[in-house]
């Protein structure tokens, strides 16, 4: 069946922002914020398995390569390049950084969200749930360990302790 | 990215009554989409047949969890996430947020829906073997109305269902009948975590004194990447039910299993694994039935 | 080889240290850009046309009417202005299939098209006829020749090795022990796929960006497809998201269809391939057969063996001669051999090329040698630990290619240290008395390795590489190499060197971007040799640097690191320019017989002694690494972070690789190219990894550096399966060893059905 859509002016809250954008409305939010110039969001594998591409949408954490962009309008954003107003977040891009949490850096922005959207819920995780949380996040570089103590550190450092 | 997303049509109802009759108008052309942890996939891999996504994520009618004395409603856009967050299905239906948690990561559990599990038809799905054991039922809606019918008659072959074109699945009924019940629930992937199944099951049952012994009450079981269809175990079930349970009747129960299942191989495992796994997770239940006697 | 001792290293102040990683912040804010984030004005997208047959005749090719083919910028084969081969050893590797395809997937068309999402359509509208011949799948069916797909005799490479009176060691031994084991295809799977953008101009030539490992090999190989000469071509490596040897021969091929494209379209082109095509198409780890006959004594010590060891290349020669190499060297494991015969083969089969992949060979020989060494303890009744015990080089023995070990490396007390690590003995014991009822079962494995640094035997020489170091205006420096960085720690680690040679400190160093027009050839990413030889010549260059300033009067030692940059300044500032190369000359004392295959294989040997523990579910026959010690002697450790870091990542790639990924064939095409079906270990797979240094200072290497990047790939799978085979008695040969073989093992030890577990019923 042959069909066709034309692109739609969509509006989007990213990052605090609201930015309009003309888009097909099953484009994946992936591509539409790549669109944008916010390129921390990566593709690893395009069908929801590796984790690069995670956005928040509305505060809860989300494959953005599975998203059309049409269900993510209205919705609130927030992409790796938006993070940095939140303690929890810079605490991770400090301890990621430091401590072996990244190496090629490819799915670190994926991991960095996916390990706020954990603290966000559980401000003390053990290595138990921090295993549990970024299970859908690959990485193949780091064998994870650096990057489980980099969530703990993080979660030591926004507790004050 | 193998689709053109240019040759992909959207509409977005804005309600299930509106949705319900675009789909009426062309039934065969529209792909319902909610939380696309499995059309997405097929839109990248460029597979998908149908180009006219009919948007309901996020639908209210159907993003919502009621318990009623009787039964608890889930509404078919529950994602797995208001499985686990929801304290009736975690006290009464511990089998859904279990099976609910081992649905991909955090992330597609955050989109993936309930209702989309049923109408994926994945024999590999992990939470309908659940819905299985619960004995549920489905409100399916279209403009000429609901009908309820069994989920367990629901998926009639590979990737087959008793769901009209024209019709949507809107609510997920299960009887809150269950508490008190012993529960079992595992799934074999590849991995720990993230993996398709390779053989999922999900178990409930009771052992009451009958006079003199003790037996097994109500044993429901269901399995999963063992045939076409989820698969309810009833053989199996019927030689344990009202019977006293010993290493005899655990060897009839298994042999029923074996000719019940129809494992295929292939890329991901062997029948001759599933058929294996299928025994031995049977046992582990009925196990785990007996050691939670002895615990009492 | 002289060795010194660590000691009078440790006056350093940043070198050892765990400076953070000089390209994070970027990486962690987002801003890092890599290959796909980038985008060019005017710029077209590239997709590739490929076989989708195994072998055969190209016959027809036809464009199906319905694609708006004007569009579109198409290139086939007269397209190409130079050679059609993509330049590496043999050159036999077309750009472009030509008359004949050798295996699925080999491109054989190039489109481009500005709106990217028009290409999969018009990928799937050219419609290829062949005429089919036969091919050959496995290693076995290349041996019987019932086909030659590849020069006489299907073999790209063979190599012989011979140590010793072998034939003589039989008539003596008290056991004769043979075994064959097997390794399978292992995915890179590095998270970033390959990409390149590349422009095309009549003046300057070609440009290439893209994630790669080795710019200079790219090079090479644009000049030859696009004839032009040495200044015609620049490529530049963009941040590379993983590459782990994945990225070491492809990125020439990519580079080159992108480039071809560029050249007929005169806008630039980016192609970047998704995950599926990235998977199917692109290299992957050599699978790999070995067969071990060892004579040994009645108290197990080695007198010699045979050890045959075949890998399977794939469709054209590529790297092959090499990784065969590597595995050959490696295949007697830190063992002494009194004598020893290896033969070795590298064979054609209608498989894409398999390349390089971290450790490149000597995973799978190791593995062998590995399991090997458990057999033979079993033949022999002793244990594990003791058989390798009595076996283990020692100073002044001699490796099988007659390298004398010089350094003062004990591997006995290794050993000793990791069974005390992983606390051996009491696990051992606990587990034996665990009995033959529970769910899971319990076992210990260990795996004692080598690895060699820098390319093998007179590799570095040919190389001959190029590294330099500038002054900068603000009496900093910078690095120039062609090293790149693709999360192993290049950046950092050679930035701590600079720091460390010249007094400065680590904020004062740069690195350059590795682009062909700005930094000299310092040699392929590759062969864990970035830190021992790359940094070694950085570490001469920067003295070399220091002197130039100290010759001008303009610094005097000792010195401050704020004299050395005034010092830097005011050269540059009457000169113009501060720079200092140095290039790589052979150590004295270093020799290596490329005939006989016999010397010094390696400048430095790295040696460890790793300790598995699994369980195995005997519910669902899956086994879980539980914990897990990995104690190496790696020389100065520069970056303990770093190091660290590649430690773990490697022993969770050796878990995939002994019990996850599985490439499934079919007809020479891999059938899972999907991260849904190519299981890799998550987070939540991995045990605790335990990661442990000793460190003997390399005279050969920075600081006293070895290699580290391919080392602990080499371990963990036969730690893991010896382990297996702890917990269940059961011998498994085969890698990666899935559920499905446990089980099948399982049950036919004990029977059908009820094997699993036993039902305990109500008391």
Redesign the interface.
């Known amino acids: 069946m042959k069909t066709s859509a034309q692109k739609r002016e969509f509006s989007l809250n990213v990052n605090g922002v609201p930015r309009n954008i003309r888009a097909y409305p099953a484009e994946r939010l992936l591509d539409v914020l790549?669109y944008l110039g916010?390129?921390?969001?990566?593709?690893?594998?395009?069908?929801g398995?590796?984790g690069?591409c995670s956005v928040l949408v509305d505060g809860r954490l989300v494959v953005s390569c599975l998203m059309p962009v049409a269900q993510a309008e209205g919705a609130k954003l927030l992409?790796?390049?938006g993070v940095?107003g939140n303690q929890r977040f810079r605490s991770?891009?400090?301890t990621?950084?430091?401590?072996?949490g990244?190496?090629?850096?490819?799915?670190?922005?994926g991991m960095?969200l996916a390990g706020g959207h954990l603290l966000e819920r559980n401000p003390a995780p053990t290595i138990e749930e921090?295993?549990?949380a970024?299970?859908?996040?690959?990485?193949?570089?780091?064998?994870?360990?650096?990057?489980?103590e980099a969530v703990a550190e993080a979660a030591r450092r926004c507790a004050g302790t | 990215?193998?689709?053109?997303?240019?040759e992909f049509e959207w509409a977005a109802p804005a309600t299930l009554e509106e949705a319900v009759k675009v789909l009426a108008g062309d039934p065969d052309a529209w792909l319902p989409i909610a939380g696309g942890t499995d059309l997405m996939?097929q839109f990248?891999?460029?597979t998908l047949e149908r180009r006219r996504f009919l948007n309901i994520w996020n639908l209210g009618e159907l993003r919502r969890i009621d318990g009623f004395p009787g039964e608890l409603q889930v509404g078919a856009g529950s994602t797995y996430t208001d499985l686990r967050e929801n304290d009736i299905i975690t006290r009464e239906f511990p089998l859904l947020g279990r099976t609910a948690s081992w649905t991909g990561g955090i992330a597609n559990q955050n989109r993936g829906t309930l209702g989309g599990n049923v109408a994926n038809a994945s024999p590999a799905a992990d939470s309908l073997p659940a819905l299985m054991v619960y004995g549920a039922d489905l409100i399916l809606t279209s403009t000429r109305g609901d009908r309820r019918v069994r989920y367990e008659d629901f998926h009639t072959g590979y990737k087959r269902m008793n769901l009209a074109p024209d019709e949507l699945i809107r609510t997920i009924c299960l009887p809150r009948r269950f508490s008190g019940y012993i529960s079992y629930a595992r799934k074999?992937g590849?991995?720990?975590?993230?993996?398709?199944a390779?053989v999922c099951i999900a178990a409930v049952g009771r052992?009451a004194k009958d006079s003199t012994q003790?037996m097994l009450e109500d044993v429901r079981i269901a399995v999963g990447s063992v045939a076409p269809v989820p698969l309810r175990l009833r053989n199996a079930e019927q030689l344990l039910n009202r019977r006293p349970?010993?290493?005899a009747r655990?060897?009839l129960a298994?042999k029923a299993a074996?000719a019940e299942i129809q494992p295929i191989s292939d890329?991901?495992?062997?029948a001759?694994?599933r058929?294996?796994?299928v025994?031995?997770?049977v046992?582990?239940f009925?196990?785990t039935l007996?050691?939670r006697?002895?615990e009492r | 080889m002289m060795s010194h001792s660590l000691k009078s290293n440790l006056g350093e102040k940043i070198v050892g240290k765990p400076t953070?990683?000089k390209?994070?912040?970027?990486?962690?804010?987002?801003?890092?850009?890599?290959i796909?984030?980038l985008s060019f004005p005017d710029m077209l997208y590239g997709a590739t046309v490929r076989s989708q047959i195994a072998r055969g005749m190209l016959k027809k090719i036809t464009f199906r009417p319905d694609v708006p083919w004007s569009e579109f910028v198409v290139v086939s084969v007269p397209d190409i202005p130079g050679k059609n081969y993509i330049a590496l050893i043999e050159n036999d590797q077309p750009c472009l299939a030509e008359k004949v395809v050798n295996h699925p997937e080999e491109p054989i068309l190039l489109l481009a098209h500005p709106d990217?999402?028009?290409l999969?359509?018009a990928v799937a509208a050219v419609s290829i006829e062949y005429e089919p011949l036969p091919a050959l799948f496995s290693i076995e069916e290349s041996e019987r020749k019932s086909e030659i797909i590849w020069g006489q005799d299907n073999v790209f490479k063979s190599y012989q090795i011979e140590k010793g009176d072998v034939d003589a060691i039989w008539a003596k031994a008290d056991y004769i022990v043979e075994g064959e084991y097997s390794t399978g295809a292992q995915e890179?799977?590095?998270?970033?796929?390959q990409g390149v953008i590349a422009t095309y101009d009549c003046e300057q030539g070609v440009t290439v960006w893209g994630s790669m490992q080795c710019p200079y090999y790219v090079h090479k190989a644009l000049m030859v497809v696009c004839d032009l000469p040495e200044d015609k071509v620049r490529v530049v490596q963009t941040?590379?998201?993983?590459?782990?040897g994945g990225k070491e021969e492809y990125p020439s091929m990519i580079a080159a269809h992108a480039a071809l494209l560029a050249r007929k379209s005169g806008r630039p082109v980016k192609i970047v391939y998704?995950?599926?095509e990235d998977m199917a198409a692109t290299t992957k780890r050599h699978p790999s057969r070995t067969r071990h006959r060892t004579a040994l004594t009645k108290d197990g010590k080695i007198l010699g063996g045979e050890i045959e060891f075949v890998i399977d290349g794939g469709a054209y020669q590529t790297l092959s001669p090499v990784v065969l190499s590597r595995g050959t060297i490696h295949a007697g494991g830190p063992y002494h051999w009194p004598a020893v015969r290896i033969i070795a083969k590298a064979l054609a089969t209608n498989a894409p090329p398999h390349g390089a992949f971290r450790g490149f060979g000597a995973p799978q020989s190791l593995f062998a040698m590995e399991r090997h060494m458990d057999r033979i303890a079993r033949t022999v009744k002793v244990s594990p630990a003791e058989i390798r015990r009595r076996n283990f080089l020692k100073p002044g023995q001699t490796t099988i290619t007659e390298q004398t070990i010089s350094e003062p490396i004990d591997l006995e007390k290794l050993l000793d240290r990791a069974l005390v690590l992983s606390d051996y003995e009491s696990k051992k014991s606990r587990f034996r008395q665990q009995g033959k009822n529970g769910?899971r079962k319990g076992g210990l494995g260990i795996a004692a390795f080598l690895h060699g640094a820098g390319f093998t035997g007179s590799g570095e020489r040919y190389l001959s590489s190029v590294v330099g170091i500038e002054g900068q205006p603000n009496g900093g420096v910078r690095v120039l190499v062609s090293s790149t960085e693709?999360?192993?720690?290049t950046n950092t680690v050679l930035c701590q060197i600079a720091a460390e040679a010249l007094g400065l400190e680590y904020g004062d160093v740069a690195i350059a971007q590795p682009d062909t027009a700005q930094v000299p050839n310092s040699g392929p990413t590759v062969a864990s040799r970035t830190a021992m030889v790359v940094g070694k010549l950085l570490e001469s260059a920067a003295l070399g640097l220091k002197q130039t300033l100290i010759r001008a009067g303009m610094l005097g030692e000792p010195y401050a690191a704020e004299e050395f940059r005034c010092a830097c300044r005011a050269y540059m500032e009457r000169y113009g320019e501060l720079r200092s190369l140095a290039r790589y000359e052979q150590p004295d004392g270093i020799h290596w017989d490329d005939q006989k295959y016999r010397g010094a294989a390696y400048a430095a040997f790295a040696w460890a002694v790793y300790v598995a523990e699994v369980s195995v579910d005997?519910?669902?026959?899956?086994v879980?690494v539980d914990d897990f010690v990995a104690l190496q002697e790696v020389g100065r450790v520069i970056n303990p972070?770093?190091a660290?870091?590649q430690v773990?990542?490697?022993?969770?790639?050796g878990i995939g690789f002994a019990l996850?990924e599985k490439v499934?064939w079919r007809h020479g095409r891999m059938?899972?190219s999907?991260?849904?079906?190519y299981?890799?270990?998550?987070?939540?797979?991995?045990p605790?990894?335990r990661v442990y240094f000793e460190e003997i200072a390399n005279q050969h290497g920075a600081f006293g550096a070895k290699g580290i990047g391919e080392l602990p790939m080499d371990g963990p799978a036969p730690a893991i399966v010896n382990a297996v085979e702890d917990a269940l008695g059961i011998p498994f040969n085969s890698i990666p060893l899935m559920?499905?073989e446990i089980?099948?093992a399982l049950?036919a030890a004990a029977g059908?059905?009820?094997?699993?577990?036993s039902?305990?019923?109500?008391?």
């Open positions: 790549r916010l390129t921390g969001t990566k593709e690893g594998c395009g069908e398995e590796c690069a992409t790796i390049e940095t991770l891009q400090e990621f950084a430091e401590g072996g990244a190496q090629c850096g490819i799915c670190t922005p960095i921090i295993r549990e970024l299970s859908g996040n690959l990485c193949r570089c780091t064998g994870y360990l650096q990057i489980f | 990215m193998r689709s053109n997303p240019a996939v990248a891999a460029g074999i590849t991995r720990k975590a993230q993996a398709i390779k052992l003790l349970l010993d290493e655990v060897e298994c074996a890329l991901r495992s062997t001759k694994y058929a294996q796994i025994n031995n997770l046992r582990e009925l196990d007996a050691a006697e002895r | 953070p990683r390209e994070g912040p970027g990486k962690v804010t987002g801003e890092a850009r890599y796909d984030d990217r999402y028009m999969p359509n890179q799977l590095y998270i970033e796929t941040e590379t998201g993983g590459a782990f998704d995950r599926a769910k693709f999360g192993q720690g005997l519910t669902a026959y899956s879980s972070v770093l660290r870091g773990l990542g490697g022993v969770a790639q996850y499934e059938q899972n999907q991260m849904t079906n299981i890799v270990p998550t987070s939540a797979d991995v605790p990894i559920p499905e089980c099948e049950t059908p059905p009820s094997a699993g577990h039902f305990s019923g109500v008391r």
